[in-house]
């Protein structure tokens, strides 16, 4: 994309009629827009699929062995100093309660002791899920100025298709598009229903609203935001043909959201820490590849990638917050 203004860069393709045209597939044509050739169907082979798969596994490999020793290594120290952090919670929501400006307003004192209450999911826990829904959504409201104002992250999606194209055979494209489905409308709502229909069968029925509220809300961000950011789709496509807005991917929204949710439930019902870490892990990996599969296809820039995870933890982090909230009533209500 070097040398191509950013006007130009993020202008939709228009007929001569002024309407917005549709992607073109690329086995129609020669060449794509900065000049590089093109396989046709017939000279495809399945090389650039083997190698990538190679290149995935040894990344995979990597990233599981080094997750296992990290979760490992983060167990023992919270087991350690698991004590000393409640201690210092209940100190500070003491020690606050007790200053001498919150004492002037009782309501204020009580409001901050019960945010920093560590036995209550109402207090410390939803502090920090609150925090870590700021902090995603701050990281998104950023990427989305530097898309609209087309700085160096424009440079940061040229430089993946760059690295992305050699491997786009037409059997590595068909691969990524069943991967990339399970994203999808369809696959969402597949996904979702049967989810549903099984915690409804395990009479884990509380657990159902929580995750259709992080799905839905995760899509209807989504969908606004492509509204008020209006970027359009990346011209290097691949025989995909996508006529919505580009920014944020509603699949890779649709895949954190939901998935990562299916995930924590399956998480939380498991014993040891080992078969968390299995669970997190394997559901990370499909979260991770429906994104990669997105802009493999073409269909996507990298930084819309990343904002629709970011929208979808935040509707993730909604949804575990009200799960462990209907939860904590429950037991509230059997325990009375």
Same mark, same amino acid.
């Given at each position: 994309m070097q040398g191509v203004p950013a006007a130009r860069r993020h202008a939709p393709a228009t007929t001569p009629g002024g309407s917005v045209a549709r992607c073109v597939p690329r086995a129609s044509i020669g060449t794509d827009r900065r000049g590089r050739e093109m396989e046709s169907p017939g000279q495809s082979t399945a090389l650039p699929l083997l190698i990538l798969c190679l290149e995935f596994a040894t990344i995979l490999a990597l990233a599981y062995l080094a997750?296992?020793?990290?979760?490992?290594?983060?167990?023992?120290?919270l087991h350690a100093a698991l004590p000393a952090l409640r201690a210092t919670a209940r100190w500070l929501a003491e020690s606050w309660s007790r200053s001498a400006v919150l004492r002037r307003w009782p =309501?204020?004192?009580?409001?901050v002791g019960a945010r920093l209450a560590p036995g209550s999911v109402a207090g410390l826990p939803l502090t920090i899920v609150l925090?870590?829904?700021a902090s995603a959504a701050l990281l998104l409201g950023e990427l989305a100025e530097a898309v609209i104002e087309a700085e160096e992250v424009v440079r940061f999606d040229a430089a993946v298709d760059a690295a992305v194209h050699p491997y786009r055979s037409d059997a590595a494209v068909a691969v990524f598009a069943a991967i990339t489905a399970l994203g999808g409308t369809e696959g969402t709502l597949v996904v979702t229903g049967v989810a549903s229909l099984l915690l409804w069968r395990f009479r884990r029925r509380r657990l159902i609203a929580p995750l259709w509220v992080s799905v839905v809300g995760a899509q209807l961000t989504t969908w606004f935001g492509k509204q008020i950011v209006g970027r359009p789709?990346?011209?290097f496509v691949t025989g995909f043909v996508e006529s919505s807005l580009?920014?944020?991917? =509603?699949?890779?929204?649709a895949a954190l959201a939901t998935f990562g949710f299916i995930a924590y439930v399956l998480a939380r019902a498991s014993t040891g820490w080992r078969r968390r870490f299995e669970?997190?892990?394997?559901?990370?990996?499909l979260i991770a590849l429906i994104g990669f599969s997105r802009v493999f296809l073409g269909v996507h820039y990298a930084s819309d990638v990343a904002a629709g995870f970011l929208v979808g933890s935040i509707w993730l982090l909604a949804g575990i917050a009200w799960l462990e909230w209907r939860?904590?009533?429950a037991r509230v209500e059997a325990a009375g």
């Open positions: 997750g296992l020793a990290l979760t490992h290594l983060v167990r023992r120290i =309501g204020v004192r009580r409001w925090v870590s829904g789709r990346p011209e580009s920014f944020p991917s =509603g699949h890779s929204t669970v997190l892990f394997w559901f990370g990996f939860e904590e009533q």
